[in-house]
């Protein structure tokens, strides 16, 4: 650490902001930026500045009281807020050091995730414990590997119908809330069986109380499989995320030279979104920085995590917990200017968020009118007693000065398709065009099933979308064929997803009945079974052409049988292919069913092949963080994904400014656009709950939440159990004790847990409200599943009710529909036409095919016979002979050579520029090639690299690199020599890492090029530089070396490209660098270090540099084919 001496005591909030250019800050940020070092709870509304007002309460620790940047700790929950929060508090000091003598600019603020703390004690101390530093970490992704081998291999009975990817999924949730919720197993399970016994005891289980005891025995029995994980964890030297927050908890409370250690390196420390910690996190902060200057940050009604462990009362403890002495009133602060909001999107979050206020205990934000005056709020405070702070009566945010008034519209409208309509009118009424871009826009949906009819609706009227989160990617149509031909390749049972694939087949009705016939026919096991359940039977072995099955059937038709045929063997070559890696069956899945194909070929625009990509992203990812990955493994981590809904964290995806987003909520969380559509507001979708729905009116309808959920502990195990409903056995009135206890629980206790959960819906709707700029629409539908009807949500009616929104009452909300209408709304949502009524690509796609075959029907007598008998051969070596046989005619005329793209990997530009002709043949055409020494060793060092710069940034600690034990003796010298000469580069000893391995998509022309950045750093100087790692040996001043140079150069500008687009950087500041780290061992890692400059010098000594990327790439597209 470093030692800083000068301080400034003039150094004020608005001295500081004077200097550094920034807005003068309010009366509340005053007062949050020069509060006294000590504990300090900031409680910050939704758009409320708390990130800037943080930023200068750590200028003014450096410039006013003489702390050294490093002196100075901030925690978040995500890479990506610490990062940014890290290159604000540098760019700031480095402003602020200009105008004070003294300030450090060469040390930074430590800012990292909650989990990479923990992680970092536990390697810098464990061995303290007996713990040993070098164990692996695994993600979710390991997790889930590891939990499925277990189900699959276990012994005993579960007791239960459940799938295998929702026993690891409960298995793992219960997990997880053990963990965060400070527990041990053993102590869960003295409690499950008293609890058990206690149920017991109260009579013969019926109704509810029998849901209660087999929920709490399979509970037992997940912890026996939760046994097993921790054993097998052990075993295998590797921890997870719980795990090291159990760790970092022992070692805060039992290692005092742990403490002071920490205290003595961070004299101040800041913890963001505070109201997410979990109880376990609370306590080993608390433990570590007690009575130490620590400023917490938090809106209790932004708190959406419950589930996943976040504490109902982390806001409320935080001064007793971090604070010896009875706290005083200064010790709580408020930031209460919304600085995002119009004013009337303001007062409709407001109004919503009203009940969490009057219904809380939890310290709030000020009304408008104790905003009004500093000084008189102050006194007013001094005056007020501790215990009547921790209840303010109210918590509205106020709008900023000059702030416009802003647009809420409402709209519920009878069908999914009409809100679906009724979003696309809006958006393309409010988005904006602002010189070369528009206006942001998104569509914030409370389920991942509302993604294709809103994004389907959007692209009808010509709004470009990107959907964002995993997700949604699983509900894209290709990669759900894709993933259900996966699923049938480990599960040849698994009806449903083969129901999907022969539905894509557009077999005709009278066909698909027969099929039925055919499968029910051939079923050999329980005749009572419905068809579906051995369907792929028939597909593996499809009826004979005509076959009917008894006289009044129609019979099958001979073009039904062939496509059957087709999708046979498709998934027979699929299943072949099983044993081999991940990636590499997704990849094989892909081209056998043909689905990029298809998207390149669909003459309308879609998103076909960038989802495709992702989904081969995601595999891979996968296959990285999970011990010897399968595909079942990883599956059943998709399937977890799916039920959640909030779902597991997506690949990296970088905005793209001129589509309309379309995200879950969850999701949506510190984010913000121009214009936003909350769609869905239905009762039963949002607020979300399984009961019949309600009005708004109404008391919000009861729930079970643990009572019936086995992946959840009961309540009162919780750490936060006094904020929740409490349960009393033995309440209640009834005849038998049993009827006793079930009336309570229905008419007492579930309706306590229907008002939790929705107060958490609430939370979660006042995020969804918070996002908007300027436009602003609520919407939902009466019909809007095939399950029930849905009264409007309370989320809309409440401000429309209150006149607080533009739209007319009494025409915002289409008449409840009749009962028939109602019955014919639902038949057509759940029995939709089949086959699917053709959609416009498959339109245009049938005119053109029409009009081939016009054309063939009138050349047809230039046919030979070896044509027409191939083309009726369906022998797989006709098709393959077909195959060559046109690629040849595609040579022979290169006229013919067109092949739709829109996309291509970053990798790929430099041989679509070189060789147009060769690259499209091989894209219509791949040809799989072996993986050479190379490119082994290759992935082998960026994996390396990425852990060692993770190691640095404080999300990794070193460990083993899976697949090094394959290298041979030679292969092992060279990756040592790569390593040590990565030690001595400038940039790795010098700068900070701001992004590993992250991927991009940058759009040159038309064109969206996917890639992914090695790495970028900031060096001793503050320029930012991309580095790209190769293995070889730096280009040679020859033809060869040039053309290495040149494509080695277009890859730099690309990266650049990427970059400034995602960064709003000027490419003029950005600097790249290609890292040569093979050849001669002697040659200085300094002189490895190539620049496009440099390139570009070895490139004009032969040949034209590319310099115009979008101009090549245009003529590329453009010439005139030979």
Known sequence: MTTQTLTHPEMTARRIAEL????????????????????????????????????????HMVAARGLSPDQILGLTFSRKAAAELGQRLRARLSTLSQHCDGIITTEDPVCMTYHSFAQQIV?????????????????QAGAVQMMTDIVEMWPHDLGSDKSVSSLVDSALGLAGQIAEHAMSIDEMRVFLDEFGTALREIGKPTGVLKSMVDTNDLRLRLLDLIDAFSERKRSERVVDFSDLLIL???????????????????????????????????????ALFHDHPVTAVGDPNQSIYSWRGASAGSLKSFLDRFCSDTPHVEQTQYLSTAFRNDRMILDVANHVSRPLREDSDIPQLKTLEQTLTADLERARREAAPVAEQQRLEQAVQAARERAHDGVVDVAFETSTQDQAETAARFLVKHRQRRGSRWSSAAVLCRRTSDFIAVEKTLRAHDIPTQVIGLGGLLQQPAVADVRAALRLSVDVSDSPAALRLVTNLDLGASDLQVLGKWARARNTRTPGDHPLTYLLDALDTPPPVHWRGDDASPAISAAAVARVEVLSSKLRAIREWSGHPVTDQVERAISILGVATDAIADPMPNDGREALDTF????????????????????????????????????HTDPDPDAVQILTIHGAKGLEWDSVVVYGLGDGIFPSHRSNSVTWRDDPPGASGWLERSSEIPYPLRGDADYLPALTIGEGEGRTPQSAFNNWISQTYRPEMG?????????LAYVALTRARHHMLLTGAWVASSAKLHFPSRYLMEPLEAGLTAADPERAIAPQPEPEEVAQLLAAQDSPLFPAPPDVSRQRMTQVAHAVQDAMTRHSGEATDGDTHLARTPHPLAADTRVLLDEHLLRKHDDALVVPLSRIPATSVTRLLSSPDEYARDLRRPIPREPSDAATLGTLFHSWVERQLRMVSGELWDEHIPGEETLSSAQHRRFDAMKGIFNTLPIVNTGKPIAVEEPFSVRIGSLSIPGRFDAVFEDADGRTVIIDWKTGRAPTRNPSGALTAQAHLTQLRLYTAAWAQRSGTDPDDIHARIVYLGGNPSVPADQRMYSREALDAIVREYDSPINDLETALQAVFTQSPA
């Not at 005053?30 to 708390?50: F, H, N």
């Not at 290692?255 to 913890?271: E, I, S, T």
């Not at 011990?627 to 990883?634: K, W």
């Open 123 to 139: 390697h810098d101390h464990g061995m303290r414990l007996g713990i040993d530093p070098n164990q692996r970490l695994i993600g």
């Open 755 to 763: 008002c939790q959960t929705e107060r958490e819906e609430r939370r």
């Open 248 to 286: 970092a908890n022992r070692l805060a409370h039992s290692a005092p030279a742990v403490r002071d250690q920490l205290r003595a390196d961070y004299h101040a420390v800041f913890l963001d979104e505070f109201q997410d910690t979990s109880v376990i996190q609370m306590k080993f902060l608390a």
């Open 616 to 651: 081969v992203d995601v595999a891979r990812n996968f296959e990285k963080d999970a011990p010897d990955p399968s595909m079942r493994a990883f599956l059943a981590w998709l399937d977890v994904a799916e039920q959640e809904e909030r779902g597991l964290a997506g690949p």
């Open 20 to 59: 550094t250019g920034l807005p003068v800050p309010t009366a509340e940020q005053q007062r949050v930026i020069e509060a006294d070092m000590e504990p300090l709870l900031v409680v910050a509304g939704a758009g409320s500045g708390k990130t800037e007002t943080m930023s200068m309460r750590v200028l």
